[in-house]
Nanobody
């Protein structure tokens, strides 16, 4: 079992930066691929970014590549999403996710979800 707790969401202006954090706990938390998804109002949840434990594989959604960066600190079991040049269309609830497979993670077949943190980008 893996528990995920996100933090760092908030209200920012377009062009600003924001960093989300997700602390993982549980037996396999320290070695699981982890990632981020988001869900905007009226839309389906979508993949944002994911990475393996060692960072050998990292994937981004096309809509965020070059603006967002995922990284992790395996000492404290935390994965981060550094978001820069934020746009109004980045407004969504952001969810941390973990799974045994980064490919399942990327495809949305996720075993563990966090509770979500709201990010609102105003114009």
């Amino acid at each position: 079992q893996v528990q995920l707790v996100e933090s760092g969401g908030g209200l920012v202006q377009a062009g600003d930066s924001l960093r989300l954090s997700c602390v993982a706990s549980g037996r396999t938390a320290s070695t699981s691929p982890m990632g981020w998804f988001r869900q905007a109002p009226g839309k389906e949840r979508e993949f944002v970014a994911a990475m393996t434990f060692g960072g050998g594989i990292i994937r981004y959604a096309a809509s965020v590549e070059g603006r967002f960066r995922i990284f992790r600190n395996n000492i404290n079991n935390t994965v981060y999403l550094q978001m820069t040049s934020l746009k109004t269309e980045d407004t969504a609830v952001y969810y941390c996710a973990a799974d045994k497979s980064i490919w399942s993670l990327r495809d949305g077949n996720v075993e563990y979800w966090g509770q979500g943190t709201q990010v609102t980008v105003s114009s």
